[in-house]
């Protein structure tokens, strides 16, 4: 497709660098495709809190299988997650996502025709590998070629379509499964990867030059400064155990609670959800606008994450201890609070050059969904352990959720001890 080549300007910032910029319709382009692809990312996380019931009366499933299957999707996602950081460095974001949503199209394609367990964990797999680098590769693309104080406000814009995506597999794929079942819904899905592969390939320009000068091997070292980064260490636990706890609770166990413990029926359920996705939603279309307003005017907007985490703590905990009484007007107001957790993205990038954003953007997506995995398995593990116990599955969901709250908890306090300012003056070297 072309492209008016007055919307790309390239400019010599201060720090010696000639950067690229676009503008005007390609900028509004580049936004929409890349979060196109976020989207099918976001429904393929969370529709598994909608064909829960369904999956379990077809296939008789455990709390603990049916954790493991959808939480395969978290496994996958996170074992890409430092291979992808490396090709978005070196290949640059367009061909390295437009690539790799092939595969959630033939992992989708799988689901929908699966006949036993192992092949519809190997399907759910496959669509964690495929949609790996929709939210990094937008990250990375918005780095290269956006100005820096719209960092944070697009990374919260970019939320705003993904909810639209948790939207989408909530009331509308509940009223379709009686005409498609969660089959056909997968099938479809699959048709959407395809198009969406297809706009990133030939809709948008080929601005990145692929990076030849190091090797991948030299490359991937860059992980190492990462990783060894105190600042990175003091965002990690809270990003793993606060921001991948509610992805692994809402893309999969808030249906099993709406059902389980409120006793509601899967389509008033499906309903909540909507409604939660909705205002989650809401919250980071509001961040985005608070952050780029704090971030000119030269302000800590990173204050903005520690208290609306510090608060949706409280409304979790909350939630909790009500249990079957819990009202959804708590989840509302917990989605909207929590909604700030995505900001622990733009807050790890922050001691690390351009030429790393890629990489410490994927190694902080590492620990993330290696928590969601972990932590979507273990609620699973804890229901199936204390109904074992002579709980019942209400207690039994109520007691998992604790454990998480407290470790929650505790991530939350590690970022916020004293020093969290100065740790982003901490000097920085990498190759």
Not at 108 to 137: P, Q
Not at 164 to 184: M, Q
Not at 276 to 288: D, E, P, R, T
Not at 382 to 403: E, K, P, Q, V, Y
């Amino acid at each position: 497709m072309r492209f008016n080549p007055d919307h790309v300007s390239r400019e010599v910032g201060p720090d010696g660098v000639e950067h690229t910029y676009v503008s005007g319709s390609l900028a509004v382009r580049m936004f929409v495709i890349f979060a196109a692809a976020y989207i099918m990312s976001y429904a393929f996380r969370a529709i598994n809190a909608v064909i829960a019931q369904p999956l379990v009366a077809e296939l008789g499933l455990s709390a603990g299988q049916l954790g493991f299957l959808a939480s395969a999707y978290f496994l996958s996602f996170a074992l890409m997650q430092l291979p992808v950081g490396v090709m978005l460095d070196r290949y640059g974001p367009r061909r390295v996502e437009a690539v790799l949503i092939g595969f959630a199209a033939l992992g989708a394609l799988l689901f929908a025709v699966a006949d036993s367990y192992s092949v519809l964990w190997l399907g759910r797999a496959l669509i964690g590998v495929g949609v790996s680098a929709c939210l990094m590769a937008a990250v990375k693309a918005y780095s290269l070629y956006f100005r820096p104080h719209l960092q944070a406000s697009l990374s919260s814009w970019m939320l705003v379509a993904g909810s639209l995506g948790a939207l989408t597999v909530t009331t509308p794929v509940e009223a379709a499964l009686p005409l498609l079942g969660w089959r056909g819904v997968f099938g479809l899905a699959a048709v959407l990867c395809v198009l969406a592969g297809l706009a990133l390939w030939f809709a948008l320009p080929a601005l990145f030059k692929p990076q030849k000068a190091q090797s991948v091997g030299d490359m991937a070292q860059g992980y190492r400064a990462i990783y060894a980064h105190p600042h990175f260490w003091r965002v990690a636990p809270l990003a793993m155990i606060t921001q991948g706890g509610f992805m692994a609770f809402h893309g999969l166990w808030v249906g099993p609670w709406f059902t389980n413990v409120v006793g509601l029926s899967n389509s008033q359920a499906a309903q909540n959800m909507f409604w939660i996705s909705a205002v989650l939603m809401l919250g980071y279309l509001a961040l985005g606008f608070m952050t780029r307003r704090i971030s000119k005017a030269g302000g800590d907007e990173d204050q903005i994450m520690l208290i609306g985490m510090g608060l949706s703590l409280i409304l979790f905990a909350v939630q909790i201890v009500q249990g079957s009484d819990s009202s959804v007007w708590g989840w509302l107001v917990h989605a909207f609070l929590i909604s700030s957790g995505i900001m622990t993205y733009a807050t790890c990038n922050k001691p690390f050059p351009k030429k790393l954003t890629g990489r410490s953007s994927t190694a902080l997506n590492l620990l993330i969904f290696v928590g969601a995995f972990s932590i979507q398995w273990g609620i699973g593990l804890g229901i199936d352990a204390f109904t074992g116990m002579g709980l019942s599955s209400t207690d039994a969901m109520r007691l998992s959720l604790a454990f998480l709250w407290l470790m929650q908890l505790g991530s939350w306090l590690w970022y916020a001890r004293p020093g969290r300012k100065t740790s982003h003056l901490i000097p920085f070297s990498a190759t």
